[in-house]
């Protein structure tokens, strides 16, 4: 199987983009595939969420064509992690030839290794999440559910539309995917009316991530949802929304 690459993107923060591409990792782990995760954000919260805190080399060094190293975080996971070093990167690539295609350049010599490359995107538009979108197949874009997740969808789908237009032909968006979604409420009805009458309804996962106490919990201790309670509902969210993501790449063929 070719490797693919799926990005996490919202330029909206605290959505769930990082619990998201840690717990999908997870579920393809489980499933049997072999993941490289890179952490493109300066905050480092999927390196601290596999309690990668510490390493020698980081994504820095990818982004400044340094040699770096993979670190291996659980069977069938390996990662690339970032710190506070990246956060000025986008000043020192800007000079670089094609500051666009740096990462997919750095990739391409280990992505063979594995059948699934995940990105997490920091809560910004900028040349790191141009990055990562120019060496994607895929975008999920995770919102939360609640009213003012929903402003900014129009613009990251037109942002979106303007990379693939710019350096990535094959970039499709996969899917919107809810989060932190309690059906009890009835505001999700009202979000989800919102999604029918600004047409996104289509590009919706048929999951929808919970909002369960456990995921927050299982970040706090640096556990995937299935190591901290694997019978937990968002174990069980997590793991149908990556067998959802599956057959939607199968579609595609
Ligand atoms: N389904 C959920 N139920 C309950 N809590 C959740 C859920 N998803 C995420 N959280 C919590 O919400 C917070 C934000 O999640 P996360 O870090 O994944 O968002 P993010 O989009 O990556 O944020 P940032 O934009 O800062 O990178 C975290 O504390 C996380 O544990
Ligand atoms: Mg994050």
């Not at 923060?13 to 990792?25: F, I, L, Q, R």
């Not at 874009?141 to 929903?150: M, N």
């Not at 048929?206 to 901290?228: C, L, Y």
């Amino acid at each position: 199987m070719k490797t693919i690459t799926k990005c996490y993107i919202n330029s909206k923060g605290g959505v769930g983009k990082t619990t998201s591409a840690a717990n999908c990792a997870a579920s393809l782990a489980i499933l049997g595939y072999k993941i490289l995760l890179v952490d493109v954000d300066s905050q480092g919260n999927l390196s601290k969420n596999f309690g990668v805190d510490k390493s020698e080399t980081t994504i820095y060094d990818v982004f400044m064509n340094q040699p770096f190293e993979v670190l291996n975080v659980r069977e069938n996971i390996d990662l690339i992690p970032a710190n506070l070093d990246f956060s000025g990167i986008t000043l020192k690539i800007q000079d670089v030839l094609s500051r666009e295609l740096i990462l997919k350049r750095r990739l391409t010599e280990i992505q063979d290794q594995y059948d699934f490359v995940i990105i997490d995107c920091p809560p910004e538009v900028s040349l790191v999440t141009i990055n990562a979108l120019a060496c994607s197949k895929y975008v999920t874009i995770p919102v939360e559910a609640a009213q003012f997740s929903l402003d900014g969808i129009d613009q990251m789908i037109e942002f979106i539309t303007d990379v693939k237009g710019a350096v990535n032909e094959d970039l499709e968006i996969l899917g919107i995917l809810l989060t932190k979604y309690d059906e009890k409420l009835k505001r999700s009805k009202a979000i989800l009316r919102e999604f029918d009458n600004n047409g996104w309804t289509p590009a919706l996962y048929n999951t929808k991530i919970r909002d369960v106490t456990a995921i927050a919990d299982a970040q706090f201790e640096h556990k995937t949802i299935f190591e901290f309670n694997n019978k937990s509902n968002g174990a069980e969210d997590y793991m149908n929304f990556t067998k959802e993501c599956i057959k939607k790449i199968e579609q595609y063929g």
